[in-house]
């Protein structure tokens, strides 16, 4: 939380004395926001357009602007009974510009350089347990980049602007960027993709990770983290099955235990919400996937069965496994849904995939947790649940479906 405070040279009221009328905790943490200074991050740190707050040449005031808001409720004087003539002209354009907030004058007597601000904000942010949040995502071209800018913006208009963005390239300097979140009092990372994740396990152990942007992990990158994986919660794939085609009863899936051992455990119960029954094989290599899918297709009835495709680099194989599913199934009627965005432009029903923006807001949110309770509420893999959802329209008509009401999809294949 911020808040806009005058600090002057001269005036005579300490902040002693305006202590009793807040809670200690608040007042540290409004404290902590408002002397916030600019550290610069080194060259290899910085994307071309990140943004680090307070921006240079922009007043405190004018950097902060963006979460005033949120404190009005909490303070209970209207402007202006605590104006003073004093203030400056930066403060008085700050409060005409919003004027449902209210403004407490912190006034310290004395000379103010720039040394003592940093002390007094390291002291009161360590005192209140105040801190900021980082985001480290791969420094990486496009498609790519646009997606984690798309996370980013939607973290950065979740947190009100307590973010710092890091690009980190495979030669990153763990030791420079340590120093950088530091100085930041950076008490929680957001660690986008395997890059992201690589360099935010090296970092100081104090510092809270909030994982996102991958698809799965090992057991002991999991360990006491909280990752929020690409891949799409089975409960939101099986229950946009059962909007399309009511009458399924079965759903069938091949997947790699060492991938997706998680997932099936979410899926085996939100199937029997769902009042479906999921038939799973095992698979830890081409020729065992291939073998399972040969069976799925033999025994499956088209009229109630439908299989699914995870995300799963074995079992899910792009060159060899999908062409084959997707002739087969075809030639069998039989709907097949995924986990993956880019198999509904070759052919299957559907498939959901990451609302970029909404996932930043909830990666935001969980840090934002982290920093109002010190630790993970919950450590382990989450599936994705800020979804939007693929059709293909083709497939659907194939199928016999019901598919005109294109608006009720985000995107739809063949493309019009």
Known sequence: MKIIMGMFTTLSLSCAELFPRLRVGLVASLLAASLLIEVAAPAWAIQ??????????????????????????????????????????????????????????IQVAGPVDTTTRRNLANKVAQASGGGSIAVIYPDIGEPYRSVFTQIIDGIQAKAHGRVANFAVGPNVNVGELNNSLRLRNTRVVIALGRQGVKVASTLDSNIGIVVGGVFTSTENEVRNLQVNSLSPDPALLFSRLKGLMPKVRRVFTVYDPRQNAWMMRLAKEAARAQGLELTTYEAQDLRSAMQAYQQILAAADSSEDALWLPQDSTTVEDSTVLPMVLQESWARNLAVFSSSFGHVKRGVLFSLYPNNVELGRHLAGSALDFLASGENDASGMFPLREVLMAVNLRTAKHLGLNSSRPQSFDMAFPEQ
């Open 48 to 105: 071309k357009d990140a943004v680090f707050l307070p921006h240079e040449n922009v007043s405190v005031l004018e950097a902060n602007s963006g979460v005033i808001r949120d404190i009005a409720p909490l303070l209970p004087s209207p402007v202006s009974q605590l104006l003073e003539p004093e203030y400056p002209p930066e403060v008085m354009s700050a409060i005409e510009a919003y004027p449902d907030v209210v403004v407490f004058p």
